[in-house]
């Protein structure tokens, strides 16, 4: 893990030498470093590098671009990831309202199932079950929708959160 770190941080200074500071490219170099370093669990850095990684984005794409809104998933998992489940919430809802502009209308989306299975995993953190189970359905129902097979690990993923619903309801913990 620590070698993708140094790779990617090699990455990125070579690319800076090259195309200067200001490069619009240089945002997914920065976006790959973040996840490196939340793949690592150093959530300080990783927090940083995907706000300058956003910021850039936002900058050169504007604000309803699919890669800012990967991005803001993002963020909001390192949040999740630190015990933040309120700054967590809020930016995965900010993510949400991206996916459903760029997608106008389109109701089944695997990036809009990913994002609703998030906000679940969130509001399950919370204690709001019943909220994070019609996240979860929501998000199995676009990801069956959008085609994705039965073991695509969004998929998978959304199952076993619904199961833990269950699991809980049936044990008398909802």
Same mark, same amino acid.
């Given at each position: 893990?620590k070698?993708?770190?140094h790779?990617?941080?090699?990455?990125l200074n070579?690319k800076?030498?090259? !195309?200067g500071?200001?490069? =619009?490219? !240089?945002?997914?170099?920065i976006?790959n470093?973040a996840n490196?370093y939340?793949?690592?669990? @150093?959530?300080?850095?990783?927090?940083?590098?995907y706000?300058e990684?956003l910021?850039?984005?936002?900058?050169s !794409?504007g @604000?309803n671009?699919?890669s800012?809104?990967l991005?803001?998933?993002?963020?909001?998992a390192v949040?999740?990831s630190?015990g933040d489940c309120?700054?967590?919430?809020?930016?995965h809802?900010k993510?949400?309202?991206v996916?459903?502009?760029v997608f106008?209308?389109?109701?089944?989306? =695997?990036?809009l199932?990913?994002?609703?299975n998030?906000?679940?995993m969130?509001?399950k953190q @919370?204690?709001e079950l019943?909220?994070a189970m019609?996240?979860?359905?929501a998000?199995l129902?676009m990801?069956?929708?959008?085609?994705?097979?039965?073991d695509? =690990?969004?998929?998978?993923?959304?199952?076993?959160?619904?199961a833990?619903?269950e699991?809980a309801q049936?044990?008398?913990l909802?």
């Amino acid at each position: 893990r620590k070698e993708a770190i140094h790779s990617f941080l090699g990455s990125l200074n070579y690319k800076v030498s090259v !195309l200067g500071e200001d490069h =619009p490219s !240089l945002a997914n170099t920065i976006h790959n470093v973040a996840n490196a370093y939340s793949e690592n669990g @150093q959530y300080d850095q990783a927090m940083e590098a995907y706000n300058e990684s956003l910021r850039r984005k936002q900058s050169s !794409l504007g @604000q309803n671009h699919p890669s800012v809104a990967l991005t803001l998933n993002n963020i909001g998992a390192v949040h999740l990831s630190r015990g933040d489940c309120n700054a967590s919430l809020k930016v995965h809802l900010k993510a949400l309202k991206v996916w459903k502009t760029v997608f106008r209308g389109k109701r089944s989306h =695997p990036n809009l199932a990913d994002t609703h299975n998030s906000i679940g995993m969130v509001l399950k953190q @919370q204690g709001e079950l019943e909220k994070a189970m019609d996240h979860f359905t929501a998000a199995l129902r676009m990801y069956r929708e959008g085609g994705a097979k039965a073991d695509h =690990p969004g998929v998978l993923s959304t199952i076993r959160n619904i199961a833990d619903f269950e699991h809980a309801q049936a044990i008398g913990l909802s």
